[in-house]
Antibody
Framework: EVQLVESGGGLVQRGGSLRLSCATS????????MNWVRQAPGKGLEWLSY????????YYADSVKGRLTISRDNAKRSLYLQMNNLRAEDTAVYYC??????????????WGQGTMVTVSS | QSALTQPASVSGSPGQSITISCTGT?????????VSWYQQHPGKAPKLMIY???NRPSGVSDRFSGSKSGNTASLSISGLQAEDGANYYC?????????FGGGTKLTVL
């Protein structure tokens, strides 16, 4: 069974940092691009970042550029998101999502259950 | 990276057909054939329903179809069923990033 499991969320003070992890299983992790997407309470989806299968290409949304860093460890089948200088508006459920085919950035077929990040002021 | 525009809500009766629109610009929807649609039930993770404008992933009902004309993409659902009631989001690739629509709540009456 293909599975993505996020962890690392929690309560953090404004200006603080968090590192989210996404453990994967059930597919050849090293062959697919991965993404982070978030959803603020009661709001829509917001794409945050993309990383290609071999980590050669990374993209970020303008709203988080400079504060978030995406990375992956293909040997550990894991995806990461380092989040710095957190703001109240970063409060959201954070999902990791698998690219549907190869290094596509355009379609995400498998999503984790999400991990909640709450930034207190 | 402005959000794509979707109607806030649509509704239909069981068995009917509905269409959800998603309007962007020539920099996103109009410039690439990389539009996707996601279904999300409350408290659940999104599910990919359509990718690359009109393709269905394996396991998605053929009642769901996608299309695009100019800067506007559309998701059509035929033979509405109660379980289709959910939030639907469109997305598009745009020059090194992805932009989502604001979401449309589908109510099956």
């Amino acid at each position: 069974e293909v599975q993505l499991v996020e962890s690392g969320g929690g309560l953090v003070q404004r200006g603080g940092s968090l590192r989210l992890s996404c453990a994967t299983s059930g597919f050849t992790f090293s062959k697919y691009s991965m993404n982070w997407v978030r959803q603020a309470p009661g709001k829509g989806l917001e794409w945050l970042s993309y990383i290609s299968s071999s980590s050669t290409t990374m993209y970020y949304a303008d709203s988080v550029k400079g504060r978030l860093t995406i990375s992956r460890d293909n040997a550990k089948r894991s995806l990461y998101l380092q989040m710095n200088n957190l703001r109240a508006e970063d409060t959201a459920v954070y999902y990791c999502a698998k690219g549907y085919y190869y290094d596509t950035i355009s379609a995400f077929d498998i999503w984790g259950q999400g991990t909640m990040v709450t930034v207190s002021s | 990276q402005s959000a794509l525009t979707q109607p806030a809500s649509v509704s239909g009766s069981p068995g009917q057909s509905i269409t959800i629109s998603c309007t962007g610009t020539s920099s996103d929807i109009g410039g690439y054939n990389y539009v996707s649609w996601y279904q999300q039930h409350p408290g659940k993770a999104p599910k990919l329903m359509i990718y690359d404008v009109s393709n269905r992933p394996s396991g998605v009902s053929d009642r769901f179809s996608g299309s695009k004309s100019g800067n506007t993409a559309s998701l059509s659902i035929s033979g509405l069923q109660a379980e289709d009631g959910a939030n639907y989001y469109c997305s598009s690739y745009t020059s090194g990033s992805v932009v989502f629509g604001g979401g449309t709540k589908l109510t099956v009456l």
